[in-house]
């Protein structure tokens, strides 16, 4: 029986992971749970599938839920994050923001197997954790287009290009005024049901310019490209060197890669809906001058050093101040290049320079638009 830990358990993809574990109760066994504050209802899944080893990140509910898990092991703040994966083989890492980049050194550095959801982890420390993965652990990528990417590549020994397929976001195809999108319209996704700061990303298609650099790190290429899919039925291609392109498709539903990573190397056994064929699907050149943030991440990629941790804690601090309704949609972006062009160019040698440069940048944006 495999023993799993989920990192970030009452988010999307945390839930979605549960699905999987209740309907495979004889393979999988939850070693340890944690979240980031909402105490009762890691309390009721740590009971439904009786966990005994609880994190919670914010050191204000740890009273809430001791007093509703007094039997578990319980930890907080940092802890939250690293000793409830003690027991565990496979950790999946879905919690959001860059807490996950301490979490997924931790990982490896135990050994373990990771299944990948958080973003930020390879999209700002992608050096410093490929580094790490010399020594031991393994990362499984969750995110749909990587999973996708992937099983391509199960088999295969080379390839030229990666090509990621987008949705375009719920603005892509409408002539709404992006200067006017409003939080409520920027977080209803067509195609997938996700958290708050990713359909935002989603939105402004900076989450294909995030996914781009997690792809530069997870398949070692920066020959990546994407195209603009609005079904959201192929999750990306891989195409080899005699021309040969594949791709992965299948009726847009997380818990596909999210149990590929936990069955790997099996396709195994899933209620799922089928793609009802004949289906006819849209293949269209991406617009860079309306979305420009994927161009963006590819100058940070080119860039190098630490741009891709500049451009994820600009786009954190933006989106944050967007939902707070301090700026406009389109300054999301544009203050995101503002924090590329800015700050200075230096190498990120350890997980603290990491850490130094994503505070330091928030720290300038929060100053000049909420004032402290
Ligand atoms: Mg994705």
């Not at 050191?59 to 509703?68: S, T, V």
């Not at 993965?133 to 996708?148: C, F, R």
Request: charged share 25%; aromatic share 8%.
């Amino acid at each position: 029986m495999k023993k799993i830990a989920i990192l970030g358990c009452t988010g999307s993809i945390g839930r979605q992971t549960l699905d999987i574990v209740r309907s495979n109760q004889d393979k999988y066994k939850i070693t340890g749970l944690s979240c980031g504050s909402r105490a009762s209802d890691l309390a009721a899944v740590a009971h439904e599938f009786s966990c005994k080893k609880l994190g919670i990140a914010a050191d204000d509910k740890y009273a809430e839920l001791k007093g509703l898990a007094p039997d578990a092991e319980l930890f907080c703040g940092d802890d939250a994050l690293t000793a409830v994966m003690d027991d565990a083989d496979t950790v999946v890492i879905a919690v959001v923001g860059m807490i996950g980049l301490k979490a997924v050194l931790y990982a490896l550095k135990m050994g373990k197997t990771v299944a990948l959801a958080n973003k930020e982890s390879l999209v700002a420390g992608g050096s410093i954790v490929t580094e790490r993965l010399k020594h031991g652990g393994t990362i499984y990528p969750v995110d749909s287009e990587h999973s996708a990417v992937w099983q391509c590549l199960q088999g295969e020994k080379h390839f030229k290009r990666i090509v990621l397929t987008a949705s375009g976001g719920p603005f892509y195809f409408t002539d709404t005024d992006l200067h006017d999108v409003t939080p409520e319209q920027a977080v209803k996704h067509p195609n997938w049901n996700m958290g708050k700061k990713i359909s935002v990303d989603s939105a402004t298609m900076m989450n294909k310019g995030l996914e781009i650099i997690e792809a530069r790190w997870l398949f070692n290429t920066t020959s990546i490209d994407y195209v603009i899919h609005p079904e959201s039925v192929v999750h990306s291609f891989v195409e080899f060197n005699d021309g040969s392109i594949k791709a992965q498709a299948s009726f847009p539903d997380m818990r596909l890669p999210i149990q590929y990573a936990l069955c790997y190397p099996e396709h195994a056994e899933r209620n799922y809906t089928p793609l009802k064929l004949p289906l006819s699907l849209n293949f269209l050149p991406p617009d860079e001058t309306k979305f420009p943030a994927p161009k963006l991440a590819k100058q940070a990629i080119a860039s190098g050093g630490n741009s891709c941790a500049v451009l994820n804690a600009a786009n954190e601090a933006a989106v944050s101040l967007f939902l707070e309704r301090k700026i406009p949609f389109t300054d999301i972006v544009r203050i995101v290049e503002d924090a590329l062009n800015s700050e200075p160019h230096c190498d990120l040698t350890s997980a603290d320079d990491v850490f130094e440069t994503h505070n330091r940048v928030q720290k300038k944006i929060y100053c000049k638009y909420r004032g402290q």
